[in-house]
Every structure is written in structure tokens, then in C-alpha cells.
């Protein structure tokens, strides 16, 4: 387990951006933090990490498609998601067998889709502190 401190919404960012060193074809990041812990923030710096400008968060239903210079990223929030069938009907195992990088939000809610291998962030608040857990399950 690795333990980083983050001391504001930019530095979450240039998290994502570094994170993304870690990223190949299939990655999984599973992501687990209450409202406002930065989870959209985090996502949004790993796809201008991968070469993509233009990622403002966008509101978005299930699955935010983001293409960038190199992996493309398949970003799901699982806020709103009722019943886990909802996601394979919209096709989840494909979406990890695309070769590019899955990012779920909300991602305890449905711990079981995801593959071994994945790498798990936790992120806890602390005023506008912080505190990301990292680890591969
Ligand atoms: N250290 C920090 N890291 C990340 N965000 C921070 C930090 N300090 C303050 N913030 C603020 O917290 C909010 C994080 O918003 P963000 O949309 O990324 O959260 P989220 O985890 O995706 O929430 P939601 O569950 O609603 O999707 C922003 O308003 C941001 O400015
Ligand atoms: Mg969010």
C-alpha cells in the first residue's frame, strides 16, 4: 500500500498526470471516495496526462468515452447506477477487453467487476487535504 498526501484540487491534477506512467493497454483504476474527494479531478489530469487537452469534466450518464494521443479512457461513475445489471448491459466486459484504460468512480459500490490486477485508489478527505491509498488487488 503506498500512502500520497495532496494539498489542493491542482495538485490532484498533476497526480492524474504522473499516474498515468503506470497506465498500459487493460489498466483498471477502481476509485473509492466520498462526494468532492477529487475522483473527477484525479480522472481529468490522467487524460491530459495521456494527451488529451480538452478534458474538462463533462457531464456525462454511465461511461465518459475520452480519446486521447495514446490510451483511450473509458470513465464510469457508478453514483447513479441502481443495479449492477445496468452495467453489463451497457457492455462492461467488453469495455475492459477494448486495450484501452478503465477509471471508475464510486467504484466500491460494485467491487466485484473488477479484474485482478486493478489498481485501487482511495481517496480520504482532510479539509482540503487529501489522503490517496494505493493499491493493486
Ligand atoms: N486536495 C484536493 N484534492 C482534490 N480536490 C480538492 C482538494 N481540495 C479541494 N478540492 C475540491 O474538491 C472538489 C473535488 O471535486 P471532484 O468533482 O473532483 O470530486 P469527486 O470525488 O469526483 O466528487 P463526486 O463524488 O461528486 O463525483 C473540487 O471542488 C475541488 O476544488
Ligand atoms: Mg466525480
Not at 39 to 57: E, M
Amino acid at each position: 500500500m503506498e500512502e500520497i498526501w495532496i494539498n489542493s484540487a491542482e495538485e490532484m491534477v498533476s497526480f492524474g498526470e504522473t499516474f498515468t506512467k503506470r497506465l498500459s493497454e487493460g489498466t483498471c483504476v477502481a476509485i473509492v471516495g466520498n462526494l468532492g474527494a477529487g475522483k473527477t479531478h484525479f480522472t481529468k489530469g490522467v487524460c491530459q496526462g495521456l494527451g488529451n487537452a480538452d478534458s474538462s469534466s463533462p457531464t456525462f450518464t454511465l461511461v465518459n468515452e475520452v480519446m486521447t494521443e495514446s490510451l483511450t479512457v473509458y470513465h464510469f461513475d457508478f453514483y447513479r447506477i441502481k443495479h449492477i445489471e445496468e452495467l453489463y448491459d451497457l457492455g462492461w466486459d467488453d469495455y475492459l477487453d477494448k486495450g484501452g484504460v478503465v477509471i471508475a468512480e464510486w467504484a466500491d459500490l460494485y467491487p466485484e467487476l473488477f479484474p485482478a490486477g486493478t489498481i485501487w485508489l482511495k481517496i480520504e478527505h482532510h479539509e482540503d487535504r487529501r489522503r490517496v491509498l494505493i493499491k493493486v488487488v
